[in-house]
């Protein structure tokens, strides 16, 4: 019973009533029609089981000692937190943690150490990445992929620089609002690692943490479950180190608490995670005057269709909706030669378009193809294509078809056909296409091209 008081009492304060994660109408807009006479009011809807919550503030405090104490001792020298430890100054600190984490995105972390040392010796401040070039930007940020990222991440700091006379906001909430590409995890992470904010931050690590804490079965991206999961991690983050307690939960999911094999043996928080307690005794831990979710129609448990499978272990916990496949598309592309001035060889790049996929990024000629073509049609098309470029006609025959190189982006399964093309005697571009230029080998790799056009 007091289990049960606790649970609907933290949900009155989350301000959530619904057990189905619907939120509870805003002040101001909470006047609600009285019943038909001669109805019932309708019952309040059931709050989640307890075995979902943190309800408990002596568990809560245990956790947050036990999760600080295995970070103080287990977490991995980072650049971005020596600097988060270190700056004195509030703008640079905050601007040092939130290039990390634009960079974390999508991107592990050995790979973007190199990256950030780089960025930061060369952009230490906000001011200094407001008067860089795009091109500068892209340079640096060829081959850590998603390059929006580095894109969006300039025009915020050059808003930062015109329209906030330089001052980075220092609230999750002003941050969410102020900084384009800056979302709720972004700013909750910057907030509370800068700027000592009590406040959650949930990426793809802290969900998966969260969901084998407390048995959360039910698809892990529904907006039930992220609301429930952000409401879990306001309560949870420690209120004196918020900043370690979300990088300590972070660091957890990265390097005990993985997709595939969690470490549960070494884990400091085993004591209070119901994943691994049913993973132990090979059903729901018994919890007093609570129902027994799964049975009933939790809308956090594991999905009836999908129950426990306990050859799965705790990775039973997060599940998310499948996802649709990549598209694939076809695109032929041609490494375009020439001798250069001095002897060597130099091939010609195009700039891509500044918006859409990989904008602003430099490539060999490239067309899109249809699916389903012959391959002299694709031949033909491309053979026209470049025509337009060098301003003279070029044989279909000519082209010589070197492979084909495949390369995932995050929703795509682009095919590249390659072919390749010598040239002799000197070239015009014509200079209304787009931007174009030759370059050198050594000159290709320093240019900002994407890994895709690396491996062509
Ligand atoms: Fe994750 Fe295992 Fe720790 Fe539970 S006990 S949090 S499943 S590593």
Not at 19 to 48: H, K, W
Not at 126 to 136: D, I, K, V
Not at 155 to 173: F, Q
Not at 436 to 446: G, K, M, N, P
Request: aromatic content about 6%.
């Amino acid at each position: 019973a007091r289990a049960r008081a606790a649970a609907a009492a933290a949900l009155r304060r989350s301000g959530r009533g619904s057990g189905r994660g619907r939120a509870a109408p805003p002040r101001g807009r909470s006047r609600e029609r009285a019943p038909p006479r001669g109805e019932a009011p309708a019952a309040a809807p059931a709050p989640p089981p307890a075995r979902h919550l943190f309800s408990e503030p002596a568990e809560v405090e245990a956790l947050r000692r036990n999760l600080l104490a295995w970070y103080d001792r287990c977490k991995r020298d980072l650049p971005w937190r020596a600097l988060a430890a270190t700056e004195p100054d509030a703008d640079r600190r905050g601007y040092a943690v939130w290039v990390s984490e634009i960079m974390l995105q999508q991107t592990q972390v050995a790979t973007v150490i190199d990256y950030y040392n780089r960025w930061m010796q060369k952009w230490p401040t906000l001011q200094a990445l407001a008067r860089a070039s795009l091109e500068e930007v892209n340079e640096l940020w060829a081959g850590l992929g998603y390059y929006s990222r580095g894109k969006r991440l300039q025009e915020a700091a050059r808003k930062v620089v015109s329209e906030l006379a330089g001052r980075m906001p220092r609230t999750a909430e002003e941050l969410q609002k102020l900084l384009p590409g800056v979302g709720r995890y972004t700013a909750g992470a910057i907030a509370s690692i800068s700027y000592g904010q009590a406040t959650g931050a949930v990426d793809g690590n802290v969900v998966r943490v969260l969901c084998r804490l407390r048995c959360i079965g039910a698809d892990s991206s529904s907006p039930a479950v992220v609301d429930r999961l952000w409401d879990m991690a306001n309560v949870l983050v420690d209120r004196s180190r918020p900043g370690d307690f979300n990088q300590a939960l972070m660091e957890l999911g990265a390097t005990v608490c993985v997709p595939k094999a969690p470490l549960c043996g070494e884990c400091p928080v085993k004591q209070h995670c119901q994943a691994w307690r049913r993973k132990l005794f090979g059903k729901p831990p018994p919890v007093p005057d609570v129902e027994d979710c799964g049975v009933g129609d939790c809308p956090l448990c594991l999905p009836a269709t999908e129950p426990w499978d306990s050859s799965l272990g705790v990775t039973n916990f997060p599940r998310k909706a499948a996802k649709k496949p990549p598209r694939a598309m076809r695109t032929a592309t041609c490494v375009l030669e020439r001798r250069g001035c001095h002897g060597a060889p130099e091939y010609l790049i195009v700039q891509r378009p500044s918006s859409g996929l990989l904008a602003g990024l430099w490539e060999f000629p490239s067309l899109p193809l249809a699916q389903d073509l012959q391959e002299e049609e694709e031949r033909e098309q491309l053979a026209d294509h470049l025509q337009a470029w060098m301003g003279r006609p070029v044989a279909a025959k000519g082209l010589q078809f070197i492979g084909e190189v495949i390369h995932i982006f995050s929703h795509i399964h682009q095919t590249y056909v390659v072919y390749s093309l010598h040239l002799d005697g000197d070239v015009t571009l014509d200079p209304a296409l787009s931007p174009s230029r030759w370059v050198t080998e050594d000159e290709f790799l320093a240019s900002a091209v994407s890994t895709a056009m690396k491996k062509v």
